[in-house]
């Protein structure tokens, strides 16, 4: 994208042919996510599936909702939520990995 693409407001724009792109990116994801679940990998499967889940909530943030573009306050808004994230998915892990380390009465 070349500086010249802003609106009259000064804002950068996307091409229509770049969220076509982008569009065709997001059906394709969203057909191999399909694909995935109906494969026989085990445990694979959601590992996948949220791999896939994450390049679309990629693309989406960058395309979609400019993130690439933003300065300041819309960029440490994402920042801080994928650290809240980060420590709600650690509380979990933890939790579901040390689920067998302490006995449970009555078992």
């Not at 009259?8 to 990116?25: D, H, I, K, N, Y």
């Not at 445990?43 to 889940?53: D, V």
Request: with cysteine; charged share 10%; hydrophobic share 60%.
């Amino acid at each position: 994208m070349s500086v010249e693409d802003r609106n009259a407001r000064g804002e950068p724009t996307t091409s229509p042919r770049t969220a076509l792109v982008v569009c065709a990116a997001l059906l394709i994801l969203t057909g191999v996510s399909i694909a995935v679940a109906h494969l026989a990998l085990g445990g694979w499967n959601a590992l996948l599936t949220l791999l896939i889940a994450a390049v679309q909530a990629v693309l989406i943030g960058a395309f979609y909702m400019r993130i690439r573009y933003a300065h300041g306050l819309p960029r440490l808004v994402v920042v801080a939520a994928l650290l809240w994230f980060a420590i709600l998915l650690a509380g979990t892990l933890d939790d579901v990995l040390t689920r067998g380390w302490v006995p449970v009465l009555g078992k």
